[in-house]
């Protein structure tokens, strides 16, 4: 399966291609039309058409283009946000509901896996979290105590199957590991066999409100719908919720290890910032080890490759490495307050729908935002609307500076001012080495492919306008305001943008090494 960038991930080199079982599009009208087709879009498209809707899914590139396929796939009851932390900014109520919907999201998955006998090497599992010194011990007792009062299974335990010095551990019971695109598949196929219309290379271009219904216009023609739902990573546009989400890179690899045995039978994760995490994943008979972390601001970090190297850099401090099979990363939207957005979009009308700020948590919530937006279209309303409604206004300190220190990071990190007649120092750049350079009043995202081609852009983001960052692991423009993502060559791999970056005729004029 293809995803949104150039690094290969475990799940891609492992799961086979969906082949859509040949649904022919032959009505125009739908009761529920989802853009996406990643975990939360076919999650959300099967249970609504299990609910007896009419559903299209179109995803603008192949199911799992996006963050389905660059996931590292805990399914646990250990949340980013910790229940502590929620209770303080939401109340005891909201944040008893959140911790009925992350079990209820668990059971939807375990029983979804089993129903439709999905083969994704699902398992269930502990996690483990560990302190190294006293404050992180803590935070420890923190996230022990707010997990205790709601019910989560966790209990203080004294060892870790892992070879990492700690001083305090706590393990939760109930949680899960699966393949993501496995299951995806699975997802796809049930949500096909079940009379929904899944339809990829078939991008949403606009989405025009009538009185009751959407008019939508795609890469595959004109459809309409009664209810309309973003499931996008982040939806497109220009939005409240652009200011409330932060995007952030994450890095993950796969690993073979020298000793069978050293392989943790759990997921194990530290509290260092940004922390790492460890768990174990059997694919056809072969075992690998998952480690993940070095996580940043979008556009922040100047070598991503460098973060791959620090990450198998601290791995090799305790396991005996054979080889690292696969390096990936991957982008995810932190919210505001710590909590996920899902339902009705802000500043549009009622039936249209939004999922979206899941943070690391993304395979839980993505069954939360299914459940919910199932409930929101069949009953009109959810038991989880009101603590996850997208116009709750939850302002946290400090979170309010984030577009503006974003929108400035780029500005520090253009190379050179480049005068008119030293634009040939662009061929100066050695193969798969890219520059944002300023030439005469215009900002350039240059690039030179490994054949010496020079793709040039104007580095301006399509969505409001801010210079784009390298990504050197993935080769890709990543946005640091609003996590819009684009290749090379200027195409959109990531909303919120729309719009293609804009193509420099550089390339002639500079020519080719
Ligand atoms: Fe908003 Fe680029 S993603 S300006």
Not at 104 to 116: F, H, K, N
Not at 137 to 148: P, W
Not at 403 to 420: F, R, S
Request: overall charge negative; hydrophobic content about 35%.
């Amino acid at each position: 399966m293809k995803r949104d960038g150039a690094c290969k991930s475990l799940w891609q080199s492992t799961a086979d291609d969906y082949v859509s079982g040949e649904n022919k599009v032959d009505q125009q009208t739908f009761d529920v039309i989802i853009a996406g087709g990643g975990i939360t879009g076919l999650t959300t498209g099967l249970l609504l058409q299990k609910a007896g809707k009419s559903v299209l899914i179109a995803e603008a590139k192949s199911i799992g283009f996006g963050t389905t396929g660059g996931t590292t796939a805990h399914l646990n009851t250990m949340m980013d946000t910790p229940y502590a932390t929620m209770e303080k900014n939401f109340g005891e109520n909201n944040t008893q509901t959140v911790a009925k919907s992350i079990q209820a999201a668990l059971r939807l998955i375990r029983e979804t896996v089993e129903g439709y006998n999905i083969d994704c090497s699902y398992q269930q599992s502990m996690a483990y979290l560990y302190s190294k010194d006293e404050k992180q011990s803590k935070e420890l007792e923190t996230v022990y105590s707010g997990s205790e009062k709601y019910k989560v299974d966790v209990a203080y335990v004294n060892d870790i199957p892992a070879p990492f010095p700690y001083n305090k551990v706590i393990r939760f019971g109930g949680q899960a590991r699966f393949h993501p695109l496995r299951y995806l598949a699975g997802l796809a196929k049930a949500f096909e066999e079940a009379g929904g219309v899944l339809l990829e290379d078939c991008r949403v271009t606009a989405v025009d409100e009538l009185e009751n219904e959407y008019d939508i216009t795609s890469g595959m023609g004109r459809f309409k719908c009664t209810h309309f739902i973003y499931a996008t990573h982040i939806p497109p546009g220009v939005n409240l919720l652009h200011f409330r989400c932060a995007p952030y890179r994450s890095y993950a690899l796969a690993i073979k290890l020298k000793n069978e045995n050293d392989y943790p039978d759990a997921m194990i994760y530290d509290m260092d910032d940004p922390y790492h995490y460890y768990r174990t994943q059997e694919i056809d008979g072969q075992k690998y080890l998952i480690a993940g972390g070095e996580d940043h601001k979008t556009g922040h970090e100047e070598n991503t490759q460098a973060c791959f190297r620090k990450l198998e850099a601290y791995v090799r401090n305790y396991y005996d490495i054979d080889k690292v099979t696969h390096r990936w990363s991957s982008q995810y939207f932190e919210p505001v307050d710590g909590l996920p957005y899902i339902g009705h979009l802000p500043g549009h009308t009622g039936n249209m729908y939004v999922a979206t700020g899941f943070g690391g948590n993304g395979m839980i919530y993505s069954a939360v935002a299914a459940m919910e937006l199932t409930q929101l279209i069949t009953t009109g309303k959810s038991e989880f609307e009101e603590v996850f409604n997208p116009n709750r206004i939850k302002p946290v300190a400090g979170f309010a500076n984030f577009v503006k220190e974003a929108a400035d990071v780029t500005g520090k990190l253009i190379k050179k001012v480049l005068p008119a007649e030293k634009l040939t120092e662009l061929t100066d750049l050695a193969p798969g080495e890219a520059r944002v350079v300023k030439y005469e009043d215009q900002r350039l995202a240059i690039y030179k492919d490994e054949k010496g081609r020079v793709y040039a852009l104007n580095s301006a983001c399509t969505h409001i306008k801010c210079d784009v960052s390298w990504n050197n692991a993935e080769k890709t423009w990543d946005c640091p305001c609003h996590g819009s993502r684009f290749s090379y060559t200027g195409e959109v791999l990531t909303a919120p943008a729309r719009k293609e970056m804009q193509v420099v005729g550089i390339a002639e004029t500079v020519g080719q090494k």
